[in-house]
T-cell receptor, first 112, second 112 residues
Framework: DAGVIQSPRHEVTEMGQEVTLRCKPI?????LFWYRQTMMRGLELLIY????????DSGMPEDRFSAKMPNASFSTLKIQPSEPRDSAVYFC??????????FGSGTRLTVV | GENVEQHPSTLSVQEGDSAVIKCTYS??????FPWYKQELGKRPQLIID?????GEKKDQRIAVTLNKTAKHFSLHITETQPEDSAVYFC???????????FGKGTHLIIQP
């Protein structure tokens, strides 16, 4: 298996623009998580899905953030409009039965 | 929600010596405790995990211990090597929850 695949690896965008981050979980995994990593706040859980259904989005910082999982092999995290404080590394992770969470390589987002 | 405290934030040891990283958690119902290693610019990678019904687990030079009464768990690395240099994160999963709450990380430096 290729592991959790995220794209793009790097994204530089201007404030106010829409940003879409993509994730392909490991085949057969039933949970998908979106995390954000910054020096100040560490790794924060934003939202997660179980069998493609959003379960808890209480970590999503604002209404500017939204996430979808239209099928078992694809999820998106969208920020609209983006702001400089959204700059961070965004990780997607997947797991089977809530054990052995595997992270993707992350998307480094810079909003200028 | 769960709160995970991790100490120390930086740990420097001589090559060949042992390293110990400690974490405490707040939710007594937490039942799963993984440890991740993150090298600079890379994804967090699972190195060992322990469930609440086990007190200790070992995998070659790495071991994790769990004290449920005191609500703390520790990572032990013996015979440290240069490739052990990285940031290590502990995490806990609340009882009834699905996502992981992470500690702030420990930067482990192996001195030659």
């Amino acid at each position: 298996d290729a592991g959790v695949i995220q794209s793009p690896r790097h994204e530089v965008t201007e404030m106010g623009q829409e940003v879409t981050l993509r994730c392909k979980p490991i085949s057969g995994h039933d949970y998908l998580f979106w995390y954000r990593q910054t020096m100040m706040r560490g790794l924060e859980l934003l939202i997660y899905f179980n069998n493609n259904v959003p379960i808890d989005d209480s970590g999503m910082p604002e209404d500017r953030f939204s996430a979808k999982m239209p099928n078992a092999s694809f999820s998106t995290l969208k920020i609209q409009p983006s702001e400089p404080r959204d700059s961070a590394v965004y990780f997607c992770a997947s797991s089977f039965l809530r054990y052995g969470y595997t992270f993707g390589s992350g998307t480094r987002l810079t909003v200028v | 929600g769960e709160n995970v405290e991790q100490h120390p934030s930086t740990l420097s040891v001589q090559e060949g010596d042992s390293a110990v990283i400690k974490c405490t958690y707040s939710d007594s119902a937490s039942n799963y405790f993984p440890w991740y290693k993150q090298e600079l610019g890379k994804r967090p990678q699972l190195i060992i995990d322990i469930r609440s019904n086990v007190g200790e687990k070992k995998d070659q030079r790495i071991a994790v211990t769990l004290n449920k009464t005191a609500k703390h768990f520790s990572l032990h690395i013996t015979e440290t090597q240069p490739e052990d240099s990285a940031v290590y994160f502990c995490a806990a999963r609340e009882g009834g929850a699905d996502g992981l709450t992470f500690g702030k990380g420990t930067h482990l430096i192996i001195q030659p």
